[in-house]
């Protein structure tokens, strides 16, 4: 019987020091729970001079990476440095260690998962992810555990708090895009290079993670549609408001007839829906279940406490794993690899769903009835049209709801819109519905 | 190795045939997740006659609860026959025999709850009751595993359906309690005998559950405040309303200096707080980690398939424990018994919040100034008053709200205030206000 359980931490960033915090601060606790104590043995960054504000005992922090790997006392490796190559190594190192592993790493483990998770399963050892999608939110271990009794009908979550922070500027101070983003960044919930917030790839690796462990399949993130919300206008914002609806940028995950689609786009929802009320920094994942109906968990996505509150709670898990010699217990996508099934992607051209259209418009009388004559021909039907404000001569914009409608008829629909020169003075900006519940 | 894991039913009522149903539909499914498959081979209820709609094999259900408890083929005994006496008896029989239990029965648990754990431990079996708090919602798991780094600055949670049922039709429907009681048990929502749904009893069972995972310490609870919603009229809901607020009926728990609060009551919460979205049916619990910040965790909080939902998550952690011999992998309370400290529920007379009042006075001119003047002597202050329309000389409601007052001194000059016979023409009646996040 081990007397203690000893952690490597490889990354001393924001996460890493919200992580040796809390294995700091609240070691009586966790000890208590646990039943015996974790040990913050061993912390390596590159940066071993910067004060991070937290008493780290002497010897602990060093920049000898190869010195952790090779510890033969260390028993968990968290990996806390991001990015794809150096993390992977590490985790991979680790594992060929016999060492378990805990990570936030979403990127990582959405391009790169398999190979982690096959090593590890071989190595009968644990990789720790509850990090990875939420931050603090325990999502992975609801649909691993929680809600594993249940055929997952449905996921949809705002998974990325800068842009749920950026648009939830937009609707409540009427502010740019640019604008708003700016803000963010001065806040410091945007990163310098924001790209992979803005531009939904942070919420894709985030969805595929989730649609790994809810169906069992692989996925292939290049076959997941993604949009990001830097088209978004305070316009379509305020328009959105007027219909009764907020945008949000939402990950959406559904079956169908044994396919599973898969999105990430800016959506339009039902100021009634709950995901609606979820603003700023937050995050919030909906999941429906055949038997348990609609769930909802939700809090803040980001940040270093809430995500070391997520990255300890697997460290435990792990510890108590250990102590039982039942690491494994939970493979690490939830199903045993030889029940994972690979499921169809099913392509964004096959989508059916509700649309809105604002297209910028020429102020003249038979406008309308040639963009509606354009829709009709491809089968799509309008919903309701607004057009506020007159300016004869000037451009405009036309607000168009359509009924459901196919994805592919509506991109040849808008592509046809969008070449009307005489009519159209810019691409129209289509914003996807998402219907409560499905 | 076992090549199955066989499981019995004891109460084929509404959850037992929910958790049935799952077991039974979603079988591949569990086996595929397990690597198992789990055999619901025996199901003991009463009435072995009356169709429930579910295609149960034959030779499964029989009124042989001996024959069940006493059978060696069977590994998980699942109970949900409810009420305090028999259940008891079938889980500590269970548990006798070396058989790993799961339960919804938060009124067993939070009374008998130390002498199940107790006898689980020692036996060395697994205790499941995910289902006992908040239905489908994986509240158990996350205070147990997901949150289980943090300190627990607060719970608060919606933790009994029907009564939030019952708020939101006096809500959005303007209907008077019995009116909206009357309609809850029309649907279904509340059964014949409401008493521990609208005295805010079965919410006092679940809060207790959570505060012992939580904080690690058993829970009297008879030393928990506890009031139920009986005397909130539409008025106070229509007041409330105004004031940019909601009532919801809440079960409190909150960490001071070492002390634990605890209590259930109606409480007025700002319409913007998370929790005051939460309509109908619906629980949620929003919880607040020194580390996490706030987490809510919102879904159907009753019903056989919800419940059932988190019955079955039981059944398949204990499932992965014997596959793995750790069961008693995560002790029943997330502590080990000898690391749960006793901690002292702090009295109801030693809070202090705000309040909202509202006396039913003889509108006629002096009379706030002789109710303000009581309150003012016992140390009250007042933030607000209202009153809303005049009928000189006859009975009008005068809502007062303080700031921040200590309970015992409110009750005093309540009772002070009641005895004013010549102004006050019925009991007070008075409602707790919950700061934002505090």
Same mark, same amino acid.
């Given at each position: 019987m081990k007397s203690q359980i000893n952690i490597g931490l490889v990354g001393l960033g924001t996460v890493g020091t919200g992580t040796a915090k809390i294995l700091l601060e609240n070691r009586d606790l966790i000890a208590r729970r646990v039943g015996i104590p974790l040990e913050l043995k061993r912390i390596v960054d590159l940066d071993v001079t910067t004060d991070r504000g937290i008493a780290i005992p002497d010897g602990v922090l060093s920049s000898d990476l190869p010195g952790l790997l090779t510890d033969p006392s260390i028993d968990i490796i968290i990996e806390l440095? !991001? *990015?794809y190559d150096t993390a992977k190594r590490v985790m991979l190192d680790a594992i060929a260690q016999g060492k378990h592993v805990v990570t936030a790493n979403k990127a990582l483990l959405a391009v790169h998962g398999e190979d982690v998770f096959a090593a590890a399963t071989r190595a009968g050892v644990d990789v720790g992810f509850e990090a990875s999608v939420g931050g603090g939110i325990p999502i992975i271990r609801s649909l691993t555990? *929680?809600? /594993? /009794?249940n055929r997952c009908v449905s996921i949809v979550g705002i998974l990325n708090g800068t842009a749920n922070y950026i648009l939830t500027q937009m609707l409540k101070e009427k502010q740019e895009f640019t604008d708003a983003l700016a803000q963010a960044q001065a806040k410091g919930y945007a990163e310098a290079d924001p790209t992979f917030d803005i531009q939904g790839i942070d919420s894709l690796h985030k969805l595929a993670i989730m649609v790994n462990l809810a169906y069992g399949t692989p996925v292939n993130v290049k076959e997941v549609f993604t949009e990001g919300i /830097?088209?978004?206008?305070a316009l379509d914002i305020q328009y959105a408001s007027e219909l009764g609806m907020t945008v949000k940028l939402l990950g959406i995950a559904k079956v169908h007839d044994g396919d599973v689609e898969a999105r990430v786009h800016p959506t339009l929802i039902d100021n009634h829906s709950p995901l609606a009320q979820v603003h700023g920094v937050y995050n919030a994942i909906h999941v429906v279940g055949d038997a348990v109906g609609d769930v909802m968990l939700y809090g803040q996505g980001a940040g270093a406490m809430p995500t070391g509150s997520a990255v300890v709670s697997d460290v435990m898990d792990i510890a108590r794993n250990i102590q039982r010699q039942a690491? !494994?217990?939970?493979p690490p996508t939830s199903f045993p690899e030889n029940q994972r099934i690979p499921i169809r992607i099913r392509p964004m051209e096959e989508l059916t769903t509700r649309y809105y259209l604002r297209c910028m418009v020429v102020d003249r009388p038979g406008v309308l009835s040639q963009i509606a004559g354009v829709l009709g021909h491809h089968g799509i039907s309008i919903m309701s049209v607004l057009q506020q404000g007159r300016q004869e001569g000037q451009t405009v914009p036309l607000i168009i709801m359509t009924h459901r409608a196919s994805e592919r008829s509506v991109q040849t629909a808008l592509k046809e819109i969008n070449q009307m020169a005489s009519v159209v003075s810019q691409p129209t900006t289509l914003i996807r519905v998402e219907d409560e519940e499905r």
């Open positions: 440095i !991001g *990015g555990e *929680g809600l /594993a /009794a /830097a088209q978004i206008t690491c !494994g217990r939970v």
